[in-house]
């Protein structure tokens, strides 16, 4: 047995999924494909891909059914895929469980990071919350979690209480979009409606942070979706 | 050759007849109609049902009688019944029809027994007939059951046979337009027989209604009448059913109303009439200036006759004028009336009818060529010297002041002593007696009514006698001829009382009638004036506070979804926010639904605080108007003025709906041009990057293997940034549909500039990933309310047009500041900057493409034309200038703070 990872591509324009399966198979995955949302849950319950990547306008049934399906009993990552201008379709199924989006058009590199980001997530995931991991680190930015501590090129940065819980929960799903809903769901509890308390709590981390606010390195924003926490820094 | 062109019904005629039963989806009416109780009209109507719920329809049994026979109640078996709706009303529980239930359920035929019913107090309806009315609105068949004696226009005629007054009625129009009618006939013999067996009422009433009303001679003139209805009808029908004749307009009725009570008797024999001729008619009232001196009970009673006269289909006229004889025939002579229709029962002998002649004579008189009929008043004596006995004791109370009391004895003091000095000076007698008449002309001029001109004519008299006559201080005179004197004194000093009496009361009646018609002229300059529908709305609102002096309430759409609340209160009216609760609410939605007036003083939904009409055009309900009603109903002249009203609100109205129509009209055929000129732009900048895809990509299949590396590489390449470029576009035109669904408006919600900024540079990177770009924002978070993706947008397509019109190296700045109450972005270049012939039509729409060359351009106008757009969706501004030192520099402004109207 090979232990390449295999990648279930639901995807019923013929062309896209073609050249998806063509980058995947070049970059050393198994690729299986299908262009219906039935069939997609069956081949996920019998193959147990290790990622899907699933188009949400799908002939048969809609996207966001055959994600709510899957997840009634399984975490396989689901990587969304989704064109731009229906930003609340794409939070609609992060808030359904999807792992990540991808906007269409994409280019190979953005696909692949995702994939990566997405299956290296699954691996990671089942110990995530034992305390195993005291450090997360991208570039300058180190989060130390024992000490509570945050800190660029070994500088600490003084951060609110909230701004901390904020940053640690971003860091720990770091890579993965983020809704605005989750986000404050977790950091204020439910049924707060704090979207203008969260933006200004963005802006001053971001302040504190990055060089230029306007060009964030570490948290990046996705207009209309969330915030996401890069994993390695862009050249 | 006989020509039948003219007679041939017109096919569009019928057609448009046809389409218009369609189109208002009413429902059908189906009468059973009897002559009495018993004949066996719900029997027939169940047995009906019957057949139609064999043949598939969905029927339910609304309501049916309690006291139905058993054979009858065999046949409810396998009908659904709508369970009856249970009033508590005085602790006893009233069954009702349940119209809500019915309206809900909305079954294809529906089953109502009893039309003449009047419902419980506390239900929506005052009468059962206007449930059915619903109904039929609702697009549900209807079928009922009604007697004769419950005929409106036939109600005083069973009244006379019968000597029992029937008070459940239903206006004949509904009888009229029924579209079908089913007499149910059996002998008179045959039903008393059933009477005795008890089958029509139960045991113990039996007796009382067979003594009363089923006699047998009884029954057979009610048959009688019953079969006549239904024959008119349908002679009627053949008259009206091949759209041949036009309406006989030839005769034309009139009938006089007064508020006695035996004018209802008029009003429906008139109505009878003009059925019988197919004719119009009017009912008309004269206020004179006794109309002031009136009775509640007198008012009342007017209202109600004008108000029987309309649901009995008259067009209602009220007239002011002191004269009713000339007021009467001039109207009719003007309005072409070939008979006259009035009641007598006035008593004869007052004095005022000694001297007058009765109004039919002084009609005849004036109008020689009308035909008049004279209804003998049947009222029993007693009631009728009651109403005259407590108007004169009335009309004086209301007049008696102090005030006028003390002018009158101290103008009678002056004109004494004034007297008394011609007396000294031996001026003659005569002199005095005028100068008395003068004094009683004059009281009669500045007091109230006739009590204080009669009052002075006899006092007059009698000061003459005791100062003037010889022997002085006495009341005897006795010179001959004094009484004479006295008696024509007193004469002339009536009569002119009279006279100046009655002249103001025209001028005050004229100024009146003057004012309202100033008032509408006013109403109907200063609408054709105003342009916009609010101006309208607030106009109407106070032009009825004006000259109602009530609170006013006015929809111009569907109340329940009216957001806008055009509500001005009356400084004279109590608290009036009442008529923004969502129980007038519903009052006003009811009305707008089913096109009628309804609420206080009204048949329906009577406790409403407030009185709605709607405003209705072609059929086309366009608004509803409402009156609190606060400080008492409105009466019948107001009702007709506020009509008047409506009908110059209603043309201000259509004008604007039409107007609106226009103006939507235009915005789409505008859109239209836009997106066809977007169009034309599109397709050909599309042209020229596929061409080089299809080039290349077909280069490579072709030669590939002969093609070395690097070309290779560079035809790829070229594959690629030509798709890029495609995308963007892509992109662009897909917020031009965003912006174009609804005409110029977009859902903001507040973003972090920063934010966007950021997303919008980290694109152009990807794109042009050798471009530097420097991005500045406030140190304070810049919260700006905006579409998030539309104004990314915006950014990309100014940083992707400042990068082609700038040298590689150079550095393009993008900055976002805060400026007053906006949010400015800015893009700025060092690159070659907008030449002059390119700023007049820099943001214009796609046309000014055609005038480069084909191939110089890329769609950069459509990028910013597009950016135009988005920003004025927006409510900001977009501008561009050249720097001093080269380049050029494009800047938008978003406002901060939502403006009040936003689009």
């Known amino acids: 047995m090979d232990n390449k990872s295999v990648i279930l591509i639901v995807e019923d324009e013929e062309g896209i999924a073609n050249f998806i399966s063509a980058i995947l198979k070049a970059n050393d995955y198994k690729v299986i494909k299908t262009a219906k949302g039935k069939e997609a849950i069956s081949m996920t319950a019998s193959y147990s891909p290790d990622l899907i990547l699933l188009d949400l306008g799908l002939p048969d049934m809609d996207g966001v059914d055959v994600l709510k399906t899957i997840r009634e009993w399984s975490t396989i990552p689901i990587v969304v895929v989704s064109a731009r201008g229906y930003e609340r379709e794409k939070v609609e199924a992060l808030d359904l469980g999807a792992d990540d989006y991808i906007t269409k058009p994409f280019g190979t590199s953005e696909l692949l990071a995702r994939i990566r980001t997405g299956i290296r997530h699954s691996k990671k995931y089942p110990n995530e919350n034992s305390g195993d991991i005291s450090k997360t680190s991208v570039g300058e930015l180190e989060i130390d979690y024992n000490k509570r501590l945050v800190s660029i090129s070994q500088k600490a940065i003084h951060l609110t209480p909230i701004e901390y819980k904020i940053i640690v929960l971003l860091s720990k799903h770091i890579g993965k979009v983020l809704t605005h809903d989750f986000i404050i769901k977790e950091v204020w509890g439910p049924y707060t409606n704090e979207i203008q308390t969260l933006r200004v709590n963005m802006a001053n981390i971001r302040r504190k942070l990055e060089e230029n606010p306007a060009e964030p390195k570490y948290i990046v924003t996705q207009v209309g979706v969330g915030y996401r926490m890069v994993e390695e820094l862009e050249q | ?279 119009p008619w009017t009912a008309v009232y004269v206020e004179t200036m006794e109309s002031d001196y009136f009775t509640d009970l007198e008012k009342q009673s007017i209202r109600d006759n004008l108000a029987l006269a309309e649901r009995l289909g008259a067009e209602i006229v009220t007239l002011n004028g002191y004269d009713i004889a000339t007021v009467i025939a001039e109207y009719a002579r003007l309005s072409g009336i070939t008979n006259i229709v009035i009641g007598k029962s006035r008593n004869k002998k007052t004095i005022g009818n000694l001297f007058k002649s009765s109004l039919e004579d002084q009609l005849i008189e004036m109008l020689a060529s009308i035909e008049i009929h004279i209804i003998p008043g049947n009222m029993p004596r007693h009631s009728t010297s009651q109403y005259k006995r407590r108007r004169m004791r009335i009309g004086k109370n209301l007049y008696l002041s102090w005030q006028d009391a003390f002018k009158t004895v101290g103008l009678l003091m002056i004109a004494t002593l ?109 609408l054709l004036a105003s342009n916009d ?148 732009a599109i397709s050909h900048d599309l ?144 690159g070659s900057g907008i030449s002059d012939e390119e700023f007049p039509n820099l943001f214009e729409e796609y046309v000014h493409q055609k005038k480069r060359s084909a191939d110089s351009s890329r769609g950069m106008g459509i990028g910013l034309s597009i950016c135009k757009s988005i920003i004025k969706a927006h409510n900001g501004k977009i501008d561009a200038e050249n720097k001093k030192n080269g380049g050029a520099v494009f800047r938008f402004t978003l406002p901060l703070e939502e403006s009040e109207d936003n689009g």
């Open chain 2, 1 to 279: 050759m006989v020509d039948f062109s003219d007679k041939r019904p017109n096919p569009d005629d019928i057609l448009e007849d046809l389409s218009s039963n369609l189109e208002n989806g009413k429902g059908r009416l189906e009468i059973f109609f009897g002559y009495a109780a018993g004949v066996g009209k719900t029997y027939a109507m169940l047995d009906d049902a019957q057949e139609q719920m064999k043949s598939g329809v969905d029927v339910l049994v609304g309501y049916i009688e309690q006291h139905t026979r058993p054979e009858t109640i065999q046949l409810l078996s396998g009908l659904p019944v709508l369970p009856p709706k249970i009033i508590e009303y005085r602790n006893i529980q009233l069954k009702e029809f349940d119209l809500d239930a019915a309206l809900k359920r909305k079954p294809k035929l529906i089953l109502v027994d009893e039309l003449a019913h009047t419902n419980a107090p506390g239900v929506r309806n005052k009468k059962r007939y206007q449930d059915v009315e619903e109904l039929l609105n609702a697009g549900i068949d209807v079928f009922t059951t009604v007697n004769v004696q419950h005929l409106e226009s036939l109600n005083d005629i069973v009244e006379n046979i019968t000597r029992i007054s029937v008070q459940e009625t239903i206006p004949d129009y509904i009888f009229n337009n029924a579209d079908k009618i089913k007499l149910i006939d059996i002998e008179p013999e045959e039903l008393l027989n059933r009477f005795e067996s008890g089958k029509i009422y139960r045991q113990e009433r039996t007796e009382k209604a067979l003594e009363n009303f089923f006699t047998k001679e009884n029954l057979r003139l009610l048959r009688e009448i019953a079969m006549r209805k239904v024959a008119n009808r349908i002679s009627y029908a053949n008259q009206n059913e091949p759209h041949l004749s036009p309406k006989m307009a030839n005769i034309k009725l009139l009938v006089c109303i007064s508020a006695s009570p035996s004018s209802t008797k008029c009003i429906r024999w008139t109505e009878r009439t003009a059925e019988a001729f197919h004719a």
């Open chain 2, 418 to 526: 004034f007297s008394w000095g011609i007396n000294t000076l031996n001026i003659g007698n005569q002199n005095i007696i005028m100068v008395y008449i003068l004094s009683v002309q004059v009281i009669s001029r500045i007091t109230m009514g006739y009590v204080y001109g009669i009052a002075a004519s006899v006092l007059s008299v009698l000061t003459f006698n005791f100062f003037f006559t010889v022997p002085y201080f006495t009341f005897h005179s006795i010179q001959k001829g004094y009484p004479i004197t006295f008696f024509i004194m007193l004469l002339v000093a009536l009569i002119t009382s009279a006279l100046t009496v009655r002249i103001k009361t025209h001028v005050r009646l004229a100024v009146e009638k003057e004012h309202r018609t100033e008032i509408l002229y006013e109403i109907n300059k200063k």
């Open chain 2, 533 to 680: 529908l609010d101006g309208t709305v607030m106009l109407v609102n106070e032009y009825m506070v004006k000259v109602f002096g009530r609170s006013s309430i006015l929809y111009t759409q569907d109340p329940v979804n009216s957001l806008t609340e055009n509500f001005l209160q009356s400084p004279s009216d109590p608290d009036a926010s009442f008529l923004l609760s969502k129980d007038e609410r519903a009052v006003a939605h009811w009305v707008f639904m089913n096109k009628k007036s309804a609420g206080a003083g009204s048949d329906t939904l009577m406790g409403a605080g407030a009185f709605y009409m709607p405003i209705v055009s072609s059929s086309k309900v366009l608004g509803v108007i409402g009156l609190s009603c606060a400080n008492g109903k409105l009466n019948q002249n107001n009702r007709l003025f506020l009509r008047v009203i409506a009908s110059q609100v209603e043309i201000a109205l259509e004008r604007h709906v039409l107007s609106n129509e226009q103006r939507r009209m235009t915005i789409e055929s505008e859109k239209e041009k836009m997106r066809s000129n977007l169009l034309r």
């Open chain 2, 687 to 830: 042209r020229t990057p596929l061409t080089g895809i299809l080039g290349a990509s077909s280069t490579i299949l072709e030669n590939g293997i002969n093609l070395d590396d690097e070309t290779n590489k560079a035809l790829i390449l070229n594959i690629k940034e030509e798709s890029q470029w495609l995308i963007r576009m892509v992109e662009n035109l897909l917020s031009v549909t965003r912006i174009n669904q609804e005409p110029m408006n977009v859902t903001k919600t507040p973003e972090a500039a920063e934010e966007i900024l950021a997303e919008a540079c980290s694109h152009i990177h990807k794109w042009f990933p050798i471009r530097k770009i420097s991005v500045k924002v406030p140190d304070d978070l810049l919260m700006v309310p905006m579409e998030g993706t539309l104004i990314e947008q915006v950014i990309i397509n100014l940083l992707e047009n400042a990068i082609k019109h700038s040298p590689e190296d150079s550095i393009i700045k993008v900055e976002a500041k805060k400026l007053g109450n906006n949010a400015v972005f800015e893009v700025s270049d060092n």
